[in-house]
């Protein structure tokens, strides 16, 4: 069935530095792929998201692009923040067109000043 | 506007108990989903609504675990007979489509112990 899988984390950056989260997905047909970011204390909210092969998701700062070659959504953001720190998910949503999401086990990132 | 509310926010419950999880969506929103977190991990999947009706239950992971939606609004999960495994957050989250917006909009989840 289909999958996704994350790096493990945590990740611990210094603020300023270049962030590179990997995850690659496992799937029949042609999926819809997602991040989600969770701020401590607060519910999931999507981050950014790419519904076909070469397209990039952006959304403050991060990027990801869907390289159906590599099965792969690597989240990356050039100069991350404190206020970055979170849990990260990456999803994906199969051929099916229910919707459902197919998460990633999630990645830690601390950002310290 | 009101995002997707869960209630209750943390529910304690001994071992064998019936417990219910209530779930109000975004006025509007026809897609309902039940996912389940457990500790260090990501969200799965439980049941899927259009409208009133289950259109995918697969990720139920056993009879135990229903879910109703009458009106096509207000989604109840229930659990009788709890378990110590099925201690977790459990998320509800609602989505919107329209034009090019396909989007699962999720609550902050309600906390389930069980002891």
């Known amino acids: 069935g289909d999958s996704v899988t994350q790096m493990e984390g945590p990740v611990t950056l210094s603020e300023e530095a270049f962030l590179t989260i990997n995850c690659t997905y496992t799937?029949?047909?042609?999926?819809?792929l997602f991040w989600y970011v969770q701020y401590p204390g607060e519910g999931l909210q999507l981050l950014l998201k790419?519904?076909?092969?070469?397209d990039k998701g952006s959304n403050k700062g991060f990027e990801a692009t869907y390289r159906k070659e590599t099965t792969s959504f690597h989240l990356e953001k050039g100069s991350v923040q404190v206020s970055d720190s979170a849990v990260y998910f990456c999803a994906l949503s199969g051929a099916s067109n229910t919707g459902k999401l197919i998460f990633g086990q999630g990645t830690t990132l601390q950002v310290k000043p | 506007g009101a995002g997707v509310s869960q209630t209750p926010s943390n529910k304690v419950t001994e071992k064998g108990k019936y417990v219910e999880l209530r779930c109000d969506p975004i006025?509007?929103?026809?897609?309902l989903y039940w996912y389940r977190q457990s500790l260090g991990q990501g969200p799965e999947f439980l049941i899927y609504f259009q409208g009133t009706g289950a259109a995918d239950d697969s990720g139920l992971p056993n009879d135990r675990f229903f879910a109703v939606r009458p009106e096509g609004s207000v989604s109840t999960l229930k659990i009788q007979r709890t378990e110590r495994g099925d201690s977790a957050v459990y998320l509800c989250?609602?989505?919107?489509?329209?034009?090019?917006?396909?989007?699962?909009?999720f609550g902050p989840g309600t906390r389930l112990t069980v002891l």
């Open positions: 989250a609602s989505r919107q489509r329209q034009g090019n917006t396909d989007t699962q909009y």
């Open positions: 799937a029949t047909g042609y999926p819809s």
């Open positions: 790419a519904t076909k092969a070469d």
């Open positions: 006025s509007g929103h026809t897609a």
